[in-house]
């Protein structure tokens, strides 16, 4: 009888043919939904109304694993949530199996290959490495050495017009306290060598097509992290007359996604010197306003987004002294509320609401600006579900 051990167990998983190798597992019990590359065998698997990915793997770096993942969820980092491990499996034949490692899967998220499709813009490709780049950046904030950075190892979701990136295979992590220069160093020089091989698969298959260099690829991942890793943690000095800087850093970093939950100021020289370094960083500044005023859970990206919207209906409606709150409460009623209703049940799967939000308010301004007028965000729905959303696969599997 195999072995369950999960912090919410479900009865659901015991009908499952455990005994048997993944592989060998019919068709019927599985789900259909795009997969990356894995050294390790993984299928997709419906139980009650979640799907779950099932990655077959030994059982002390199953155990790892899913310690690994239970952490970086409990400190907010981006990464799949882990569910259970399966041990204790053997075949009818008594011969022992591995163990299995069960995870969530995460919703409207895409391997990089369904991304990266012959003839994909240059622009998308940035849009992408910006992504894992900040990923990167958050994991080693909270002391995390991956050890085996690649594309294989990442899921995209779409995040208004950028992408959020999540870690989707931990095995090789270990979690520090904080982590050096030589062990983030170390991690780049993984990440090199793997990127360069991912990329160079990618322009074998003809999915990657000039100008988009392999090699410059990877070394614009590895400035770009550099440069974001500056604007995280590095110091800035500067003359007492020159204090907004501390407000631009901050605003910097807030676009970015983070927030300054505190700065470590030092004056030098009578105070005409100041010296300043983020304290506390953490990621989804955007995300936890939004959370906190609508109840809407986002991306950074489209959070930022969505606020933009609200805050434009907040001064339309002459409500600029009305507590914030209160607007927000209102816009959820009079704006999306109706416009997600005017969405078919049967496009659910298309995108997520926030994504489709987002979509829409790019539609309505090229809409507005073809006609030459100020289209009304309900009137463009229709053209943009007939237009943009209709033709699009689905991202979601609807159990």
């Avoid at 139980?47 to 970086?72: F, I, N, T």
């Avoid at 590095?234 to 007359?241: A, D, K, P, T, Y």
Wanted: aromatic letters at 8%; proline letters at 5%; a negative charge.
């Amino acid at each position: 009888m195999p072995k369950i051990i999960s912090a919410t167990p479900d009865s659901q998983l015991l009908p499952f043919p455990w005994d048997t190798k993944l592989a060998k597992w019919p068709k019927e019990l599985l789900v259909a939904l795009p997969q990356g590359i894995s050294r390790h065998v993984v299928r997709f698997i419906q139980v009650g109304d979640s799907v779950l990915a099932a990655k077959e793997l030994v059982e002390e770096l199953a155990h790892h694993e899913y310690r690994l993942l239970h952490d970086l969820n409990r400190l907010g980092c981006p990464a799949v949530e882990p569910v259970g491990i399966v041990s204790d499996r053997v075949s009818n034949k008594g011969k022992q199996r591995v163990a299995i490692l069960l995870t969530r899967h995460l919703e409207y998220s895409l391997p990089y290959r369904s991304l990266f499709t012959p003839g994909v813009r240059q622009e998308t490709v940035s849009r992408l490495l910006d992504a894992m780049v900040v990923l990167i950046a958050r994991l080693h904030l909270v002391g995390f050495q991956w050890g085996d950075v690649s594309l294989s190892n990442i899921l995209f979701r779409r995040d208004a017009g950028a992408f959020a990136a999540y870690l989707v295979d931990a095995e090789t992590g270990k979690l520090h306290s904080q982590l050096s220069q030589g062990q983030r160093e170390e991690d780049l020089e993984i990440a090199r060598v793997n990127l360069y091989g991912d990329f160079l698969d990618l322009e074998a298959a003809g999915m990657l097509l000039a100008p988009l260099d392999p090699l410059k690829l990877v070394d614009s991942i590895i400035s770009r992290y550099h440069e974001l890793w500056k604007e995280l943690t590095g110091v800035e000095e500067f003359l007492g007359s020159q204090r907004e800087r501390i407000e631009g850093r901050v605003r910097r970093l807030n676009a970015l996604g983070f927030d300054v939950a505190e700065m470590d100021i030092e004056t030098a020289d009578g105070g005409s010197k100041i010296r300043i370094q983020p304290k506390v960083v953490d990621a989804g500044h955007h995300q936890r306003r939004l959370m906190r005023l609508t109840g809407l859970d986002t991306e950074e990206n489209q959070a930022r987004r969505i606020l933009n919207a609200l805050d434009s209906y907040r001064f339309r409606s002459g409500q600029t002294k009305t507590p914030e709150a209160v607007v927000a409460h209102q816009w959820l009623t009079e704006v999306f509320g109706p416009v997600m209703a005017e969405i078919p049940s049967n496009l659910w799967a298309k995108r997520e609401p926030a994504q489709v939000f987002h979509e829409l308010l790019d539609y309505r301004w090229f809409m507005s600006q073809h006609e030459n007028r100020d289209v009304p965000l309900l009137e463009a729905v229709c053209g943009y579900v007939n237009d943009v959303l209709e033709p699009l696969p689905d991202e979601v599997l609807e159990v």
